[in-house]
């Protein structure tokens, strides 16, 4: 059974920086995709980047990118996502997500598996 815990959310003035962590468990991810997807309230679930496990260059929502970078850390089953230059746009609940496969989907609907979500706020 595939698990994905997210943490590292939190409450932080805007400009600054947050680092949120997914820690996977239950498979040999090598062939999965890893995703991080955010959802304010009222607002549909909004893709945010994504990276496969195998490595390659991840694909970033606009919004997000030259300010957030999505890593792995191979041997501790843990996908990360650095935020800097915090915007109170970017307040969400974050979510890390998995699927099976090499595409970078922006597509919630593609992906198989869910953690349970990290709030990130940013005040002005």
């Known amino acids: 059974q595939v698990q994905l815990v997210e943490s590292g959310g939190g409450l932080v003035q805007a400009g600054g920086s947050l680092r949120l962590s997914c820690a996977a468990s239950g498979r040999t991810f090598s062939t999965y995709t890893m995703g991080w997807f955010r959802q304010a309230p009222g607002k549909e679930r909004e893709f945010v980047a994504a990276s496969r496990w195998s490595g390659g260059s991840p694909r970033y929502a606009d919004s997000v990118k030259g300010r957030f970078t999505i890593s792995r850390d191979n041997a501790k089953n843990t996908v990360y996502l650095q935020m800097n230059s915090l915007k109170p746009e970017d307040t969400a609940v974050y979510y890390c997500?998995?699927?099976?496969?090499?595409?970078?989907?922006?597509?919630?609907?593609?992906?198989?598996?869910w953690g349970q979500g990290t709030q990130v706020t940013v005040s002005s």
């Open positions: 997500a998995a699927r099976y496969g090499s595409s970078l989907y922006s597509d919630h609907m593609k992906y198989d598996y």
